[in-house]
């Protein structure tokens, strides 16, 4: 029996927030660092941060603090994002294409290797060096392209089907921008990325703020 506790989706999000934060330092030449500087530069609690890193064993040395390529480099095999993943992007409108051209993957090992669309007037077509694929093929291509990770780029009307196609062709993680909530098996990972539901918030804190 696997006795490893569970880590909650919240400190996943984190570790992915330290992981940005260690690289930049690693960037600026800084050797070492203490929760108490991840709490002032992140915004996150020292003794979150603390407990985030104690769901993986013991980092750091007490009155030493972290050191910055170190730990770094754990948090990244910890998130798996210390060897190249695969991915596909199922939509090939303006957000599909932007996130197809967007350098930040590449740098953390997400590296696009397919882009699908059901248009006639984009199939064949290329951008940033890919060729669109016709969605309909995209079982039998990712029979080669071996992508456990999809970005679902499409309209709601279209997301559901695409997300049962990208399962049954082995994809087993979803991206998904499409304003609708999807049911997949529970061997599939979903998460859900909506700009509307983000602006949502940041609306209500900017009132919240001035009611101060």
């Known amino acids: 029996m696997n006795s490893a506790p569970k880590v909650p989706i919240p400190t996943l ?6 992981l940005r934060y260690l690289i930049d330092l690693e960037a600026s030449n800084v050797d070492t660092i203490s929760s108490t500087e991840v709490e002032r530069q992140t915004g996150i609690n ?5 407990k985030d ?3 993986f064993r013991e980092f750091g040395k ?4 972290y050191n910055v390529v170190e730990l770094q480099t754990r948090i990244a095999r910890i998130l798996q994002i210390d060897r190249d993943q695969s991915v596909i992007v199922i939509g090939a409108g303006n957000l599909g294409s932007a996130l197809v051209g967007y350098p930040g993957l590449g740098e953390h090992h997400f590296n696009i290797v397919g882009v699908f ?12 060096d890919l060729d669109i694929l016709d969605v309909r093929t995209l079982k039998e291509n990712n029979a080669l392209l071996r992508a ?14 695409v997300a049962e196609n990208a399962a049954a062709a082995g994809v087993r993680a979803l991206l998904n921008f499409a304003p ?19 602006l949502a918030v940041l609306s209500y804190q900017i009132v919240a703020d001035v009611r101060k």
Do not use: C, M, W
């Open 13 to 18: 999000e984190r570790l992915a927030t330290y």
């Open 46 to 50: 020292a003794a979150q941060f603390r």
């Open 53 to 55: 890193l104690s769901y």
């Open 62 to 65: 007490p009155g030493v603090g």
């Open 117 to 128: 669309d059901s248009s006639p007037h984009k199939i064949g077509t290329t951008i940033f």
């Open 148 to 161: 456990r990770i999809a970005i679902i780029a499409v309209p709601a009307s279209a997301a559901q089907a």
């Open 180 to 198: 609708i909530i999807l049911k997949v098996s529970d061997r599939v990972v979903v998460r859900n990325v909506s700009f509307l539901q983000e």
